[in-house]
T-cell receptor
Framework: DQQVKQNSPSLSVQEGRISILNCDYT??????FLWYKKYPAEGPTFLIS?????DKNEDGRFTVFLNKSAKHLSLHIVPSQPGDSAVYFC??????????????FGKGTHLIIQP | DSGVTQTPKHLITATGQRVTLRCSPR?????VYWYQQSLDQGLQFLIQ???????AKGNILERFSAQQFPDLHSELNLSSLELGDSALYFC?????????????FGPGTRLTVL
């Protein structure tokens, strides 16, 4: 049972345009969400996060939107640059009281920025 | 460079064997997480240690075990290996161990079971 879903395995966007990556989750206990970026042969790198008490968080070219009622979040990258070509993972977590349960990741979306 | 180191980078072994993967967290980080990424799955959380104690368990098989040592490095032991254990194994670390902050990932160990 996949609790975090990224339904687009890949996405191609022209350089300079907006990239929108989507993520859906099913577990209503999740209260913290993160986006990670991964280049080949490297580990994931943290990009941006959002707490469930917010609906938007911005950091430079990256903005994450959270729609709790729809259990949906999205990552917007504006403007898209060639270096943004990577696999993007959506992740979610909640603190169960007994300890952290690790992050639950989606399967990733491969973003390709076309020149 | 995240500051998290993992060794070895690649490991090729046979079914039925046992291997040990090693991870050194970032300086100052008390918590270590292990994740498995296989071809058809995303990153799957295996287990977490905080300051030497096991804190949380995810989808970790009974054939797998881990520990965190007093110097905070961690080892993931995989035994009775099967073909399906072939995957990338990532270690991550953070300071607080509560996942309400970013985790820093190592470059991973690619395990191939033949």
């Amino acid at each position: 049972d996949q609790q975090v879903k990224q339904n687009s395995p890949s996405l191609s966007v022209q350089e300079g345009r907006i990239s929108i990556l989507n993520c859906d989750y099913t577990n209503s206990m999740f209260d913290y969400f993160l986006w990670y970026k991964k280049y080949p042969a490297e580990g994931p790198t943290f990009l941006i996060s959002i707490s469930s008490i917010k609906d938007k968080n911005e950091d430079g070219r990256f903005t994450v939107f959270l729609n709790k009622s729809a259990k949906h979040l999205s990552l917007h990258i504006v403007p898209s640059q060639p270096g943004d070509s990577a696999v993007y993972f959506c992740a979610a977590s909640f603190y169960s009281g007994g300890g952290a349960d690790g992050l639950t990741f989606g399967k990733g979306t491969h973003l390709i920025i076309q020149p | 460079d995240s500051g998290v180191t993992q060794t070895p980078k690649h490991l090729i072994t046979a079914t039925g064997q046992r291997v040990t993967l090693r991870c050194s967290p970032r300086s100052g980080d008390l918590s270590v997480y292990w994740y498995q990424q296989s071809l058809d799955q995303g990153l799957q959380f295996l287990i977490q240690y905080y300051n030497g104690e096991e804190r949380a368990k995810g989808n970790i098989l009974e054939r797998f075990s881990a520990q965190q040592f007093p110097d905070l490095h961690s080892e993931l032991n995989l035994s009775s290996l099967e073909l399906g254990d072939s995957a990338l194994y990532f270690c991550a670390s953070d300071q607080r161990g509560d996942t309400y902050n970013e985790q820093f990932f190592g470059p991973g160990t690619r395990l191939t079971v033949l």
